[in-house]
Structure formats: structure tokens, C-alpha cells
Nanobody, 126 residues
Framework: EVQLVESGGGLVQAGGSLRLSCAAS????????IGWFRQAPGKEREGVSS????????YYADSVKGRFTISSDNAGNTVYLQMNSLKPEDTAVYYC???????????????????WGQGTQVTVSS
């Protein structure tokens, strides 16, 4: 079965860094994609960043571009989200999602993904 296991969330001061990990398993094909989403209380779910395991193509939301970096380790089926220069507005529950058919045409939309992890809390204090 497809499983997504997230780790790396925690508490950090503004300006600091965190690295989230998403370990994906149970896929039949190599060409899948992993997306990171976040949702803060009272706010809509936001697509943060995505990456294709097939060609390494990536997507970044404007709100994180230049601060966050997504990368993948295909050998270990792990995707990382390096978050630098964190701001209090980055505080949210971060979810890992998988698309079975590669990077979606609209990677910022949660409906494009087939599987979801349980989420990990990221809190940025001022």
C-alpha cells in the first residue's frame, strides 16, 4: 500500500530554518510526484512546493519562492523541503501529498494528488 511518512516539524524562531522530510513507499512506477501543502487555522490550504521523481521538475508558490527548496532522493523515495528565513506566517500544519502520475499540470491544487500524509506542525515564533 502507498504510505507517506512525514517528519521534521517543530518550533523555530523567525529567521531560522527547518527541513521537512516525506518518505513515500508502495508506488509501482518511478514517475510520481510529491507536493507539500500547508494549512493554518482559519486559512485555506496552500500548495507550497512540488517535485517530480521522473525529471526533477519543481513548483514553488510565490509566498515561499527564494526561501524554500524542494529536493528528492529517488533511491530512498524521500522528498525534502528545506525551509530557510522562516517567518511567523509560515506557521501551519504541513502535509505531504503524492501524485501517482507525475507532476500535475496544476501542482498547487490538492485535488491533483492521490495520497496524503498525516501532517506535521511547523511553528515559527517572533
Amino acid at each position: 500500500e502507498v504510505q507517506l511518512v512525514e517528519s521534521g516539524g517543530g518550533l523555530v524562531q523567525a529567521g531560522g530554518s527547518l527541513r521537512l522530510s516525506c518518505a513515500a513507499s508502495g508506488f509501482t512506477f518511478d514517475d510520481y510526484a510529491i507536493g507539500w501543502f500547508r494549512q493554518a487555522p482559519g486559512k485555506e490550504r496552500e500548495g507550497v512546493s512540488s517535485i517530480s521523481s521522473g525529471d526533477g521538475s519543481t513548483y514553488y508558490a510565490d509566498s515561499v519562492k527564494g526561501r524554500f527548496t524542494i529536493s528528492s532522493d529517488n533511491a530512498g523515495n524521500t522528498v525534502y523541503l528545506q525551509m530557510n528565513s522562516l517567518k511567523p506566517e509560515d506557521t501551519a500544519v504541513y502535509y505531504c501529498a503524492a501524485s501517482y502520475y507525475g507532476l500535475p499540470k496544476r501542482p498547487w491544487l490538492g485535488d491533483e494528488y492521490d495520497y496524503w500524509g498525516q501532517g506535521t506542525q511547523v511553528t515559527v515564533s517572533s
